[in-house]
Nanobody, 124 residues
């Protein structure tokens, strides 16, 4: 599976962005599709994940109420609608797929395919 993320950019605090990530290739047997982010000098951090078949979505506490993850199964695409952006949301955002169990959704090590990342910069 190849993942292509897009939609990043430079916005001001309080504004919105929508990221997209499309899976292509073969072997679409993954269980989870997720967004992680990595800010300069920090470790990669979980943002949100969706259980691909059931559609349930899980969020990091830091983005609950501001970010919404959704999926378009026929297009094998996920979206991350980011509202009320804050400077601390500045990071490279990565999408990933994996087959971990529910309790491991936030574990980056259990995702086996990653997209190239898209940069989100939020100015104050």
């Amino acid at each position: 599976v190849q993942l292509q993320a897009s939609g990043g950019g430079l916005v001001q605090a309080g504004e919105s962005l929508r990221l997209s990530c499309t899976a292509s290739g073969s072997n679409f047997n993954f269980v989870n599709m997720a967004w992680f982010r990595q800010a300069p000098g920090k470790e990669r951090a979980f943002v949100a994940a969706i259980r691909w078949n059931g559609g349930h979505v899980y969020y990091a506490d830091s983005v609950k109420g501001r970010f919404t993850m959704s999926r378009d199964k026929p297009k094998t695409t996920v979206y991350l609608q980011m509202n009320s952006l804050k400077p601390e949301d500045t990071a490279v955002y990565y999408c990933a797929v994996g087959n971990g169990i529910l309790s491991s959704l936030q574990n980056a090590g259990l995702y086996n395919n990653w997209g190239q990342g898209t940069l989100v910069t939020v100015s104050s």
